[in-house]
């Protein structure tokens, strides 16, 4: 899919949010809509149909929600609340796709739990804040934070929806103001579903924007474009096209910078090709060797270990499993980089996963193999080689062709390295004569691999071509 400029240049700068670490999402009733789950206008239209008011010709929603209160007290709104927001278990595709990214601060003001259940299916622990008292609870070794500022469905006594609530706010829920404060000033914030109409969100902002001046961090939100086929009257495409425009505008004001959609499905687009980017900055490496071939050994072990020097030294994150005659190079290299550089953990660089040792079987090897491989965007496949434990002959890793197959099975690109020979000579092979089928439509990416892949490539060679397939991949 071809995106848009702005489009584009929100791709790159949230995707380096993620890789930095200092990524979060705000999400609105819009990210539940697809589910049936009704928006703040939909929720209120029997209680305005309680006072004799149409809810179509109200834009003062906090104030119906108040009438109602006033007049029938909190249990109608309460049960609103609680039918209305029934459990699933699985978010849209939107909320599948930022519960696998390398994202740990959720905001929302929806009652709904798809955030956090998605997150959990995901296999991530999860701290969820819906009162103060909970800001007191610790989670070791969680993945996850969601605020649920305005609270949730197993608790509509607490719900924030009439103006006592919104006026109350401050008082009642000063903690979630002042860490959304921090965050808004330290972290790059993705709006999505969100309406910017919630007076809590104005006055954080304002606050934010009074403190900072013109130096308030740049954040970014989701806006689909007026549809002119959606209007009989000119008129009135023209006047909400200025009423969008306006509001566009005065957002910028607090550092939220619209991105334009023609139509929601964009979005998921958006969202998939940064997830695809993100991946595609790890770097699987699949290897075995128990003899380097006509690279001799010396050769060999400069070549790992170079490689993955440059790889820890071009910031993208390698994933290994500690391969015979391989995983030790690899975790040199990148030690080496850590060692030389500014890092101060070795986990920014390097994802390790050894192989259990105790009772392995061929099915916990597969989940282990797989539990690394998901984590990646890109691998690649050197050597192929051990020795078989029963006639202490050579012979192919059956591993690195498992690893291969769950590869295509996940959608990471492969990249055999077939100058090295064995396995990753016969994975070249199998690759080449279908390249479309492994590999985006790019000749210099092609041409690229093709260099790789002779067999008289030397390391001073080899080492940038594979570097430049790997950066090639990150714009394609």
Known sequence: ?????????????????????NASIFAGAGLSASLGFVNWKELL???????????????DLLSIAQYHF???KRTRINEKIINEFTTLEDGSENHQILSRLDIDTYWTTNYDQL???????????????????????????????????????????N??????????????RELFSTVLRGDLLSKVFLFIGFSFDDPNIDYILSRIRILLKDNTPKHYCFFKEIDKSRFADDKDYLYAKIRQDLKIEDLLRYGIHAVLVEDYPIITEILKVIETRVKRKNIFISGSAEDYGTFGKENAENLIFKLSYKLAEKNYKIISGYGLGIGSLVINGALEFKLNSAYRNLDDLLILRPFPQINPTAEKNTLYREEMITQAGIALFFFGNKKDNVSGALVDSKGMIEEFDLCIKNNVIPIPIGATGYVAKKLWERVFPDFSQYYPDNIEFRNTLEEINKIDNSNDDLIPNILKAISLLQKV
């Open 1 to 21: 899919m071809i995106f848009t400029k702005p489009q584009e240049k929100f791709i790159n700068e949230y995707v380096k949010a993620i890789q930095d670490g």
């Open 45 to 59: 239209r029997d209680l305005a149909d309680d006072l004799d008011l149409d809810i179509d010709k109200e834009t």
């Open 70 to 72: 006033n007049k029938f």
């Open 115 to 157: 955030i956090e259940k998605t997150l959990e299916n995901n296999g991530k622990k999860v701290d969820k804040k819906v009162t103060n008292e909970d800001f007191s609870r610790y989670i070791k070794r969680k993945d996850a934070t969601v605020y649920k500022m305005h609270g949730d469905k197993d608790a509509p006594h």
């Open 159 to 172: 719900a924030v929806l009439t103006k006592n609530d919104y006026e109350d706010y401050h008082d009642n």
